[in-house]
């Protein structure tokens, strides 16, 4: 599976868009990009996918450039909950449900 | 409907001891996968099962194990334990279709295994 890389770790003030960046530029043609989150002891939430077009959902937009070596996880208007670890993955759908986690963004929610 | 239920969600062992847990998961989910996450490694994958057979496996030791029956229910056993092992244990069911739109993967709240 291709590499992601992302900040290690961001901040964003409430109420503002938080936009979380992921280089993917190993992407090959036939990989999603995925997001997940996990807040403190909880287990991994899934946010979004995409291809190549950019998605919505009701918790976050996907930016994909055109190129596809990179995309954008925009939370829109951020609240203290969305304090968590986020991590962008690519993964192949011809292939089984094994997921390649990184190490991840964590997002700090400022008051 | 009710999400991925993984038992118990906190347990201590002795090393040498052998530990068995439990994923139950979304209704009409077939594929269910198991993850260990420690605070140095991360989030890694153990080994996916679908339809009772293990489809994939990650880079653990056999004493690392797993089964799934026939109502989709997951347990994973790890043996001999080692102070290693020490780590949240996560569940992860999907459909296990791999068409766009049903490849989304939910997670339980983890069972968190200290070894001592």
């Known amino acids: 599976d291709a590499k992601t890389t992302q900040p290690t770790s961001m901040d964003c003030a409430e109420g503002r868009a938080a936009n979380l960046p992921c280089n993917h530029s190993t992407i090959s043609g036939n990989e999603y990009v995925y997001w997940y989150r996990q807040i403190h002891s909880q287990g991994p939430q899934y946010i979004i996918h995409?291809?190549?077009n950019n998605e919505t959902n009701e918790m976050a937009s996907l930016i994909i450039t055109e190129d596809r070596k990179s995309s954008t996880l925009i939370l829109p208007h951020a609240t203290l909950r969305d304090t968590a670890v986020y991590y962008c993955i690519v993964r192949m759908l011809n292939r089984d449900d094994k997921i390649i986690f990184g190490k991840g963004t964590r997002l700090h929610i400022l008051p | 409907k009710a999400g991925v239920t993984q038992t118990p969600r906190y347990l201590i062992k002795t090393r040498g001891q052998q530990v068995t847990l439990s994923c139950s998961p979304i209704s009409g989910h077939r594929s269910v996968s198991w993850y260990q996450q420690t605070p140095g490694q991360g989030l890694q994958f153990l080994f996916e099962?679908?339809?009772?057979?293990?489809?994939n496996k990650g880079n653990f030791p056999g004493r690392f194990s797993g089964r799934q029956f026939s109502n989709s229910r997951s347990e994973m056993n790890v043996s001999t334990l080692e102070l290693g092992d020490s780590a949240l244990y996560l569940c992860?069911?999907?459909?296990?279709?791999?068409?766009?739109?049903?490849?989304?993967?939910?997670f339980g709240q983890g069972t968190r295994l200290t070894v001592v």
């Open positions: 099962y679908f339809s009772e057979t293990q489809r």
């Open positions: 992860a069911s999907s459909l296990g279709d791999n068409r766009p739109g049903y490849t989304e993967a939910f």
């Open positions: 995409g291809l190549k």
